[in-house]
């Protein structure tokens, strides 16, 4: 019994050991198992490929040098680096503006010299080291080939810049003809974007239009001329002028790939010709992400999608109602303000866009700095002030104010017919307007523009750089406005602009923009209308997709988890 | 008339046909409001690079020249540049022109198909419910848009049951080379020939599921007049004396139907499907949009909207010379079924 006993104790003993043991391993385990669960929470894997699909398509080329489209700058920023750049979910305002390829940067008292330090060691995805060479090569070939497609014509940038200076291998001077208040958004606008210059070479003597380089089928490395970027491009098929399939590999030889970018090595981009070719792919689960161009209509049925998540940002698109000012009835500025009190802003919104969109009171866009609601004060609507000025004038219910109001039909800008219509229901709510409304599909449009015979015009306008300067110049400006021909010329605006434009000081800047918008208001030169959405839909298990106000798709912060 | 005589004479009418289409669209595009120039400058005008472009376009010369330097370059083969991005036409088009080629033989092989089939079993069926529901079928996929069939398919078939593909033409890794034998290589541009040359079977599977919606939608819009067409001929031939002797003799049910009275019945629907070769071809265009399929029809909506004249007129020369080929294909067919026709 006693043996017994002592055999029992023993045995107790081997079995406490076991036991502890035993617990001991469960709660490793189990530890383990929470702590690879919190890992995987924090730390989640990530898909290695992301498949995009767009209605967009390279509408020219990827050359900085001609590309001037919404998808090829998409583009050109996921293969190329600029000199600065916005960071992630930007309003716009200078002080978003971080370095990229320039670590640092001085601007001297006249604001005519920018001096910029440049990154060192950063390479090329051809293996070649990046210099102030390459800077200068950029922008000295930009402006000499001015092809008229391109944006350094389109922006100008050439009557911005007088030269590029090589100060040392890393140390690059730009000597402006003008001080250009908006010089760093310049920089960061993807026609800026740097070029490698070994495949973008110069063929004959000097620049020229033929020096760009063009899409060549099945040579994706030799159809652009990029190489400082996030990604490089592995395969671009196009078919008759349109893209059919894009795929983007990470580029190990990126400056930021220290900082863990691309967060997707592998980017496929399927393109659809229309709208709802890219939802029906979108719901059928057929890529992960679908980003430009979704219809409202679209947008709002996968809002209710659980399988779906929508992305909403800030929009950078603005559409406008001109008036030819050169003839009756809108020669007079109390009549383009009876136009403006009389249009309501909230039915546009509402009715066309599904609440997908912005009431605009002033040209330079909501979320950015110096936007005031300066149209707000004619009224949204307020027919009694347009029955009053009108009144002024002689117009009444009996003898009305009428003009006839031009859209254009192609879908150059998003619903056009509706848009029109619904002004017009608006603007004759007043009882003292008549509305008249004509078509002409884009090109017969363009056209009519030129001609300066339509009366009271919808256009709309995608910036270029992010400032103020490029919702104000181009339209209100004696000559930078004038291809809208809309024959609006101010002197006191003009002069009012070469100020802002030249002024570096953020509060100067500010107080002469409100001023600029107030004079717009009282010449009502233009009317802002509204300021589109930006949407994208994805899978629920992506992330890092960024909406801002400038527009710009950061394809290397987007990834999925597995 | 023989034979030969009745080609050289189809071959040579096709050329004043061309002719003739190529000189009304040449005109009609630049009486059309909109100026292929202005479209290079929407955000600026300079009036000195407006200048310089039109030079560069050619259309700074006037309009004969214009027409006499574009008919010069054709007779040599060269359509010309792209007024929108100065690329090759001729390269372009004929990048585009497989994929509408491949859809175009698909689509109207459907179309025969299922329309001669419901077409011959409706006549057999004549003033029953089985007839009446086939004509009903006919009408309707007659009438019914065809973006809006192709949208309806691509619900069933792609969003719910997940069998086939929204849209495209297939995915890069799976576009097929063709037949390459050491250096020899040999490629149609249809990817289903292409992948059966290359031998891979995979990639000729996958081109047949991107192609079987977009061809199914264009044929069953079209098969409704083949539906119609053979189910008239089909009932007049079925009373004739030929079809009661061969039943008379024993001959099975099906062996008459087939074989003795719908060769006979089959000569008009032969001529329609010639001349819907050209409908197809307008189809194409808005199945192909629908399907993102990348075909010149696309490529020509795009073009009409940029005014891209030289291209317009590109794909315009190439089509008439498609619908041309395709008609006298059909008429020599049909010369030779019918030895009257050459009389």
Known sequence: MFAVTKMNLNDAKAIGKVAIAGVLIVVVIIAGVVGYYFYQTQNPPLKDRLIMGTTDSVESCLDPARAYD??????????????????????????????????????????????FNLRQGVMFASEREFTANDVKYTFDRGIGIADPDGAFVGVGVGDIIDSVTV??????????????????????????????????????????????????????RGSNPMGLGPYNLKSWTRVAGKDTEMTLEANPLY????????????????????????????????????????????????????DLKVWEGTGAFIQYLCMQQKNAPFNNAKIRQAVAAA??????????????????????????????????????????????????LGYNENNKLTFTLWYETSGHYPQSPQQALVLKSSLEESGVISVNLESRDWAAYRTARQEEIMQAYILGWYPDYIDPDDYIFPFVHSSGGSWIHHNYANPEMDKLIEWARGNTTSTARQSLYAQIQDLMVQDTAIIPLYQGGAYAVSKTNVDGIYLDITQNWRHWLVYAIQ | MTLRTYIVSRILLTIPMIFILLTTVFLIMRVL???????????????????????????????????????????RGDLGKSMQDYSSVGQQVFSAFPATLELAIFSMAIAVLIGVLLGVESSKAYNSPKDHLIRVFGIV????????????????????????????RTYQTMVPTGLNIGSLHFSTGLYTVDSLLEGNIVKFGTSLKYLFLPSLTLGLALCGI?????????????????????????????????SYALRNAFLPVLTMMGLQFALLLGGAVLTETTFSWPGLGRYLIDRINFRDYTAIQGVVVVFGLFVSLVSLGIDLLYAYLDPRIRL
């Open chain 2, 141 to 168: 996929t007659y009438a019914i848009p065809v973006f809006f069939l192709g949208m309806i398919l691509q619900m069933i078939f792609g969003v719910g049951l997940h069998w086939l593909p929204i849209g495209g």
């Open chain 2, 226 to 258: 083949f539906v119609r067409l053979t189910r008239s001929n089909m009932f007049e031939t079925l009373r004739l004396d030929f079809v009661t002797a061969a039943k008379a003799r024993g001959l099975k049910d099906s062996t008459v139907t087939y």
């Open chain 2, 33 to 75: 409001p909109g100026d292929p120039v202005l479209l290079h400058f929407e955000k600026m005008e300079n009036p000195a690079l407006i200048a310089e472009m039109r030079i560069r376009l050619g259309l700074d010369k006037p309009l004969p020249v214009q027409y006499v330097d574009y008919l010069i370059g054709l007779f």
């Open chain 1, 343 to 392: 249009i309501d802003r909230s039915s546009l919104v509402d009715t066309v866009f599904q609440g997908q969109a912005e009431k605009l009171y002033s040209m330079i866009p909501l979320g950015m700095f110096g936007h005031t609601e300066a149209f707000e004060s004619l009224g949204d609507p307020n027919y009694t002030r347009t029955r009053e000025l009108l009144a002024e």
């Open chain 1, 167 to 220: 100060v040392s291998k890393y140390v690059v001077k730009f000597q402006l003809k003008i001080p250009f208040a908006a010089f760093l958004s310049l920089m960061a606008f993807q026609a800026c974007y740097i070029v490698d210059p070994e495949y973008a070479p110069m063929a004959g003597s000097s620049w020229s239009i033929d020096d760009v380089v063009l899409y060549e089928d099945g040579n994706s």
């Open chain 1, 255 to 306: 400056w930021n790939s220290v900082g863990g970018y691309p967060k997707t090595k592998n980017i496929t981009i399927n393109f659809y010709a229309d709208s709802s070719g890219l939802a029906l792919a979108m719901t059928a689960g057929d890529i992960d992400v679908a980003f430009r161009q979704l219809s409202t209509t679209d947008i709002t049925a996968m809002k209710s999608n659980h």
């Open chain 1, 70 to 115: 919404f998808f090829g700058f998409e583009i050109i920023q996921s293969l190329g680096s600029p000199l600065v750049e916005y960071k992630a979910g930007s309003t716009g305002s200078v002080d978003d503006i971080i370095p990229a390829l320039a670590t640092s940067w001085e601007v001297s008292a006249d604001g005519l010299t920018w001096t």
